[in-house]
């Protein structure tokens, strides 16, 4: 017969786990309205630098669900709430993984602004595509072309990669494209 004073360490351990856990679980609902609340912060911080006159943000009301590769569908609005234009996060896979890139369009269709957000691209290379020298390129085009690093057709813009990150590039303006084309449906449903 065993003795009941071998198992005391695993019930001892036992209760060490499920007291950590049951604090940990605690601990993060506790703080789950104040997290959600400095994301909302972060976020709003992105969509001001591309929007800075906006008072508000509102979700678009969709139909249907985003596009894989768009993360988030957002109005700008005025004080009286009226439309500034749109704001659409999209993201592709770089070379140092997602690529997420924030894409501003006015109420006229024109791209206002384009921020590649926090990523994690080779520093000196890869990097250089947050730059404005890079991002300038996609601004006050209107959103009913595309854009290409290897133009095919005359309906494309051309785009300069960064030397040695064309894939980086590619990700950035694969996302900027994947905008403007939902960009493109929303207008021809009336939005």
Same mark, same amino acid.
Request: hydrophobic residues 45%.
């Given at each position: 017969? +065993?003795? +009941?004073?071998?198992?005391? +360490?695993?019930?001892?351990? @036992?209760?060490? @786990?499920?007291?950590?856990?049951?604090?940990?679980?605690? !601990?993060?609902?506790?703080?789950?309205?104040?997290?959600?609340?400095?994301?909302?912060?972060?976020?709003?911080?992105?969509?001001?630098?591309?929007?800075?006159?906006?008072?508000?943000?509102?979700?678009?009301?969709?139909?249907?669900?985003?596009?894989?590769?768009?993360?988030?569908? !957002?109005?700008?609005? !005025?004080?009286? %709430?009226?439309?500034?234009?749109?704001?659409?996060?999209?993201?592709?896979?770089?070379? %140092? %993984?997602?690529? +997420?890139?924030?894409?501003?369009?006015?109420?006229?269709?024109?791209?206002?602004?384009?921020?590649?957000?926090?990523?994690?691209?080779?520093?000196?290379?890869?990097?250089?595509?947050? *730059?404005?020298?890079?991002?300038? *390129?996609?601004?006050?085009?209107?959103?009913?072309?595309?854009?290409?690093?290897?133009?095919?057709?005359?309906?494309?813009?051309?785009?300069?990669?960064?030397? %040695?990150? !064309?894939?980086?590039?590619?990700?950035?303006?694969?996302?900027?494209?994947?905008?403007?084309?939902?960009?493109?449906?929303?207008?021809?449903?009336?939005?």
């Amino acid at each position: 017969m +065993p003795n +009941p004073k071998s198992f005391m +360490p695993a019930v001892i351990l @036992c209760v060490i @786990c499920l007291v950590t856990t049951g604090l940990l679980s605690m !601990t993060y609902e506790l703080t789950r309205e104040e997290r959600d609340r400095q994301k909302e912060i972060a976020a709003n911080a992105n969509r001001l630098a591309l929007f800075p006159e906006a008072a508000s943000f509102a979700a678009v009301d969709l139909a249907d669900p985003l596009p894989a590769d768009l993360l988030e569908a !957002t109005l700008a609005k !005025t004080a009286d %709430g009226s439309l500034m234009g749109y704001l659409f996060v999209g993201t592709r896979r770089g070379y %140092g %993984g997602q690529v +997420p890139v924030m894409i501003a369009i006015d109420e006229a269709g024109t791209i206002v602004g384009v921020r590649v957000m926090s990523n994690e691209e080779t520093p000196g290379l890869g990097k250089k595509v947050e *730059q404005s020298a890079f991002l300038s *390129q996609f601004v006050s085009y209107k959103a009913d072309v595309l854009f290409a690093l290897k133009v095919e057709n005359n309906q494309q813009i051309p785009i300069d990669a960064i030397s %040695g990150a !064309t894939i980086s590039s590619r990700a950035v303006t694969e996302s900027v494209n994947t905008a403007v084309r939902f960009f493109q449906e929303l207008n021809k449903g009336g939005q």
